[in-house]
């Protein structure tokens, strides 16, 4: 059963940009809070960007402050990453995740309830 569908992965190099979509099978998937994590090889599953998706409140890691933005599209439960300025260290399998609830802050793998099946991103210097 699809809940969370990411698509918009790929290769490219480095200082390109790339934009993955999430978008909600059905609308009782799209949750309060919806992010985006990264699992590279060899190392843990991290959250990167988060957004409140009733109000806009966005949180990101330090590692891609500046360079990537999470939005979304509430009508459509659909929820963005843009990436610019990539580098190969952003190499990693992207997913998607529906969260209830996280008290102001970037959601953390414990916070989700739904995740994407993933998108692979590679970066290449």
């Known amino acids: 059963q699809v809940q969370l569908v990411e698509s918009g992965g790929g290769s490219v190099q480095a200082g390109g940009s790339l934009r993955l979509s999430c978008a909600a099978s059905?609308?009782?998937?799209?949750?309060?809070?919806m992010g985006w994590f990264r699992q590279a090889p060899g190392k843990e599953r991290e959250g990167i960007a988060t957004?409140?998706?009733?109000?806009?409140?966005?949180y990101y890691a330090d590692s891609v402050k500046g360079r990537f933005t999470i939005s979304q599209d509430y009508a459509k439960n659909t929820v963005y990453l843009q990436m610019n300025s990539l580098k190969p260290e952003d190499t990693a399998m992207y997913y998607c995740?529906?969260?209830?609830?996280?008290?102001?802050?970037?959601?953390?793998?414990?916070?989700?309830?739904?995740w994407g099946q993933g998108t692979q991103v590679t970066v290449s210097s």
């Open positions: 957004i409140y998706t009733r109000g806009g409140t966005t």
């Open positions: 995740a529906a969260v209830p609830f996280v008290p102001y802050r970037l959601a953390r793998r414990s916070d989700v309830q739904y």
């Open positions: 059905r609308y009782t998937y799209f949750r309060d809070y």
